[in-house]
C-alpha cells in the first residue's frame, strides 16, 4: 500500500455485532478496496435482542452467545478487510457512561476517520441505535477538542454518515447519499452470511440492497452506462464543502 492510501481511514461506530454488515458492509468493503483502513468498533455483542436463534438452542449462556457473536463480526470483518473492536457495553439495555464517551474518543484520535458510519439519530424499534449515533456525534466533536488530552493530535471534521435503519420511514430516515456496492456486494452477502444468529435477515437485506441499487442507476441515469444493481443509502448529518457542484 503506497503512503497516500496507507493515511485514508475511515470509523464505523456499530451499536450490535451484526449491524456494521447489514447496513455498511458494501461501504466498508469498497473502500477498502481503495485503500482505505476502516476500523469498526462494536459498543455491544447484540447478546440479548438480537440473538434469539441462539438462546433458542437451549443450554444457552450470555458468555457463550457473546463468544459466538464476536467470533461471527470477526469472521464478517476479515471478508469485508476491516479491523474490529468490541466495547460490550451491554445490550437491552445499552449504556453508556463517561468512560465509555472518552474511550471513542480516543479511537478518534487513534483512527483520524476521514469519514464516519453510524445509526440513524431515531429509531422508536431499538433505543441502541439512536444512543450509539449520539454516543459517536459526540465523541468527535470530544475528538476535536485541543484541551482534551492536551499534545495528542486532534480530529478534524470528518463527515458523519447514518447507514439505513431497519424501519426507514418511522426513523425519519431520508437518504442523500445513494452508494453503488454492485463491485463488492459478493463481499458482503459472504458477510452477511456469517451471521447464523441471524438468518431471517440475509434476504431482507438483499432486497434493500437491490431496491437501492434502482434508485441508485435512476439518478445517475441510463446515459451514463453504469450497470449499478446493488446499493446502500446513507443521510448526512453535515453541509458538504466544495468547489465543485458537478
Excluded at 447484540?46 to 457473536?69: C, D, F, I, P
Excluded at 459478493?186 to 431471517?200: N, T, V
Excluded at 446513507?234 to 465543485?244: A, G, M, N
Aim: include cysteine.
Amino acid at each position: 500500500m503506497s503512503e497516500i492510501t496507507a493515511n485514508k481511514t475511515a470509523l464505523v461506530v456499530s451499536a450490535h455485532s451484526a449491524d456494521f454488515v447489514w447496513r455498511a458492509g458494501g461501504a466498508i468493503a469498497l473502500h477498502g478496496q481503495q485503500g482505505y483502513q476502516v476500523h469498526i468498533v462494536c459498543l455491544s455483542f447484540g447478546e440479548r435482542g438480537e440473538s434469539a436463534k441462539l438462546w433458542r438452542k437451549g443450554e444457552m449462556t450470555e458468555q457463550k452467545v457473546k463468544a459466538a457473536r464476536r467470533e461471527e463480526a470477526c469472521a464478517a470483518a476479515e471478508i469485508l478487510g476491516a479491523s474490529i473492536e468490541f466495547f460490550d457495553m451491554g445490550d437491552y439495555p445499552l449504556r453508556a457512561d463517561k468512560e465509555h464517551l472518552c474511550r471513542l474518543a480516543d479511537v478518534f484520535r487513534r483512527v483520524q476517520p476521514h469519514f464516519v458510519l453510524t445509526h440513524s439519530q431515531k429509531d422508536p424499534y431499538n433505543y441502541d441505535h439512536p444512543l450509539a449515533c449520539n454516543l459517536t456525534q459526540e465523541a468527535r466533536i470530544i475528538a476535536q477538542a485541543e484541551g482534551y488530552r492536551p499534545g495528542e493530535p486532534i480530529v478534524a471534521a470528518p463527515p458523519v454518515y447514518l447507514f439505513e435503519p431497519h424501519q426507514p420511514e418511522q426513523c425519519e430516515w431520508r437518504p442523500d447519499v445513494l452508494l453503488d456496492i454492485t463491485s463488492v456486494w459478493d463481499k458482503k452477502y459472504q458477510a452477511i452470511q456469517c451471521m447464523a444468529g441471524q438468518e431471517h435477515l440475509w434476504e431482507y437485506y438483499t432486497r434493500v440492497a437491490q431496491q437501492r441499487g434502482v434508485q441508485a442507476k435512476r439518478n445517475v441515469g441510463i446515459a451514463s452506462g453504469k450497470n449499478i444493481v446493488y446499493g446502500e443509502g446513507y443521510q448526512s448529518i453535515f453541509p458538504r464543502v466544495t468547489e465543485d457542484l458537478a
